[in-house]
């Protein structure tokens, strides 16, 4: 069973600072993603890590995929208010012939002016 | 750009009710899913459909059943509703079942009394 751990899961920042959220997972996988979900809203893709190695960036967030180490990062440079949501990494996972996403519990960030 | 489309967006249920949600998507993808997401405990997937025709059982699919009517929908049956079915219900597609983003619809938030 394909187990996925965000850490941390709730986050709390100043505008300005950096941050890293981690993702880990238990199972050999070479696709994750990361989502971003607003309160009361639907969940949207931030990036797709289709390989080890892979880094991908966009505007203030960085997200990476160590697949040996089983692990993405997904980091927070100089955070600005508009960035507060929850954001959510999945892995995806071959069971039965058929991939399904598997997602973690999700990070909730609050940036404080 | 419709995207996937749920509705209804809001229902509220008694114990024992049956209703059905329904998911339509535009993109012409292949492969649909139905997520549950409950506070702290992320996104987990209900019931999937690979392709048309197909349906899979996912982490958590008792008390519910689906139907891929067609390539464009997928719905989500409840036969006698529980309340511990009050959650907020994610439809998804993407392209095929692996290395594609799943893009989400708006979500129906259901409520079992």
């Known amino acids: 069973e394909l187990k996925v751990e965000q850490n941390p899961l709730f986050l709390s920042m100043q505008e300005g600072k950096n941050y890293t959220i981690y993702c880990n997972y238990s199972t050999t996988s070479d696709r994750l993603y990361w989502y971003r979900q607003d309160p009361g809203k639907s969940l949207e893709s931030l990036f797709v890590?289709?390989?080890?190695?892979a880094v991908k960036q966009e505007g203030r967030l960085m997200a990476s995929l160590d697949t040996k180490a089983r692990l993405s990062t997904l980091h927070i440079t100089a955070a600005v208010h508009d960035l507060s949501a929850t954001y959510f990494c999945?892995?995806?996972?071959?069971?039965?012939?058929?991939?399904?996403?598997?997602f973690g519990k999700g990070t909730k960030l609050s940036v404080i002016p | 750009n419709a995207g996937v489309t749920q509705t209804p967006k809001f229902q509220v249920l008694k114990t024992g009710q049956s209703m059905t949600l329904q998911c339509a998507q535009d993109?012409?993808?292949?492969?649909m899913y139905w997520y549950r997401q409950d506070p702290g405990m992320g996104l987990r997937l209900i019931y999937y459909?690979?392709?048309?025709?197909?349906?899979d059982k996912g982490e958590v699919p008792n008390g519910y059943n689906v139907s891929r009517l067609n390539k464009r929908e997928f719905s989500l049956r409840l036969e006698s509703a529980a309340p511990s079915q009050t959650s907020v219900y994610f439809c998804?597609?993407?392209?095929?079942?692996?290395?594609?983003?799943?893009?989400f619809g708006a979500g129906t938030r259901l409520s079992v009394l």
């Open positions: 890590l289709l390989s080890n190695g």
């Open positions: 993109m012409n993808h292949n492969s």
């Open positions: 998804a597609s993407r392209l095929d079942v692996a290395k594609n983003i799943q893009y």
């Open positions: 999945a892995v995806d996972f071959s069971g039965a012939g058929s991939y399904q996403l598997t």
């Open positions: 459909s690979a392709s048309e025709g197909t349906t």
